[in-house]
């Protein structure tokens, strides 16, 4: 095994004390720059965490924090079968998405200064200094998705965040549910699931660092979705991290190679993991495992 159990036991942890400070301050910044735009002072706007920092999941030191800017007062639709907006009794919005995302632009560079925000393709990207972590500000609407569940009720719907991309691209996405089902399966797994998570993220970031694998396909993302589609049993009855890394991988690996992977979730359980324009295949963390696999130095006999 490359690497010792006590080198596995000490990867379960989270982000340091100093570095979770400089994690909240960013993330109070942007808070603060929304709250005092006078652009934004009439609209109903949720600021909340997602990603690895909201999951409890991240593992580089000064990583980035994801912080979604959500407008409530206008939002994105997505009708039950034959519905219409008017079936509801929604009105058109008095904002378009690129007014919005201009105003909270202008809102961030006052907070932050010119040379240090810049606009990236799915957020606003905000550099670090010794105060706070660079942080990604996704600007967005609120999904209200009613087809997900086929609910004719105006105030019964899957929430979800919607916005447009700079390259154009429409991004659609749950992060509250990801939030909770992570929560509800480290519950489950006695609070292995995260801790499983953090050391498959640093395989993959000691893989990424030795030039092992590519790190636009192979995703934090990804390895947190694979992890999340292992059975409950799998993470939580072995009686060492070797051997819960060993079964974890095992388990991916042949769930892929059987096509019993079809099925297979995001995190959020609102999105299919190997479908649509995708960055990755099944081909892809296939491959990653096995690459793991041979990285780790796990002898073949025990697959």
Same mark, same amino acid.
């Given at each position: 095994?490359?690497?010792?159990?006590?080198?596995?036991?000490?990867?379960?942890?989270?982000?340091?004390?100093?570095?979770?400070?400089?994690?909240?301050?960013? +993330?109070?910044? +942007?808070?603060?720059?929304?709250?005092?735009?006078?652009?934004?002072?009439?609209?109903? +706007?949720?600021?909340?965490?997602?990603?690895?920092?909201?999951?409890?999941?991240?593992?580089?030191?000064?990583?980035?924090?994801?912080?979604?800017?959500?407008? #409530?007062?206008?939002?994105?639709?997505?009708?039950?079968?034959?519905?219409?907006?008017?079936?509801?009794?929604?009105?058109?919005?008095?904002?378009?998405?690129?007014?919005?995302?201009?105003?909270?632009?202008?809102?961030?560079?006052?907070?932050?200064?010119?040379?240090?925000?810049?606009?990236?393709?799915?957020?606003?990207?905000?550099?670090?200094?010794?105060?706070?972590?660079?942080?990604?500000?996704?600007?967005?609407?609120?999904? #209200?998705?009613?087809?997900?569940?086929?609910?004719?009720?105006?105030?019964?719907?899957?929430?979800?965040?919607?916005?447009?991309?700079?390259?154009?691209?429409?991004?659609?996405?749950?992060?509250?549910?990801?939030?909770?089902?992570?929560?509800?399966?480290?519950?489950?797994?006695?609070?292995?699931?995260?801790?499983?998570?953090?050391?498959?993220?640093?395989?993959?970031?000691?893989?990424?660092?030795?030039?092992?694998?590519?790190?636009?396909? +192979?995703?934090?993302?990804?390895?947190?979705?694979?992890?999340?589609?292992?059975?409950?049993?799998?993470?939580?009855?072995?009686?060492?991290?070797?051997?819960?890394?060993?079964?974890?991988?095992?388990?991916?690996?042949?769930?892929?190679?059987?096509?019993?992977?079809?099925?297979?979730?995001?995190?959020?359980?609102?999105?299919?993991?190997?479908?649509?324009?995708?960055?990755?295949?099944?081909?892809?963390?296939?491959?990653?495992?096995?690459?793991?696999?041979?990285?780790?130095?796990?002898?073949?006999?025990?697959?």
């Amino acid at each position: 095994m490359k690497y010792s159990e006590e080198t596995l036991i000490s990867w379960c942890k989270p982000a340091s004390d100093t570095e979770d400070n400089k994690i909240n301050n960013a +993330i109070n910044m +942007i808070k603060d720059a929304i709250n005092k735009s006078v652009g934004l002072e009439n609209l109903t +706007i949720e600021v909340f965490v997602q990603g690895s920092y909201a999951n409890n999941t991240n593992v580089r030191v000064n990583s980035d924090v994801d912080v979604c800017i959500m407008l #409530k007062s206008t939002f994105f639709t997505e009708y039950a079968d034959g519905m219409t907006g008017e079936d509801y009794g929604f009105i058109d919005g008095t904002i378009s998405f690129n007014d919005y995302k201009k105003d909270v632009l202008k809102a961030l560079t006052d907070k932050f200064g010119f040379d240090n925000v810049s606009i990236g393709n799915k957020s606003i990207k905000i550099k670090s200094n010794t105060y706070h972590v660079s942080a990604d500000a996704v600007v967005a609407f609120m999904l #209200k998705d009613f087809k997900i569940i086929q609910s004719k009720n105006a105030n019964r719907y899957v929430e979800g965040i919607r916005f447009y991309a700079k390259d154009g691209s429409v991004v659609s996405n749950y992060p509250k549910d990801h939030i909770e089902n992570g929560i509800a399966k480290n519950n489950r797994t006695n609070y292995e699931y995260k801790k499983l998570v953090r050391i498959f993220k640093r395989i993959r970031n000691a893989m990424v660092d030795d030039g092992e694998i590519d790190k636009e396909k +192979i995703t934090s993302f990804l390895v947190e979705c694979l992890v999340w589609n292992i059975p409950d049993s799998t993470i939580k009855y072995h009686s060492t991290w070797t051997e819960t890394v060993r079964q974890a991988i095992s388990y991916i690996y042949n769930a892929i190679r059987e096509e019993n992977h079809d099925e297979w979730g995001e995190v959020s359980e609102r999105l299919y993991l190997f479908n649509g324009n995708r960055k990755w295949s099944a081909a892809d963390a296939k491959g990653f495992m096995l690459k793991a696999w041979n990285y780790l130095e796990y002898d073949d006999e025990s697959n």
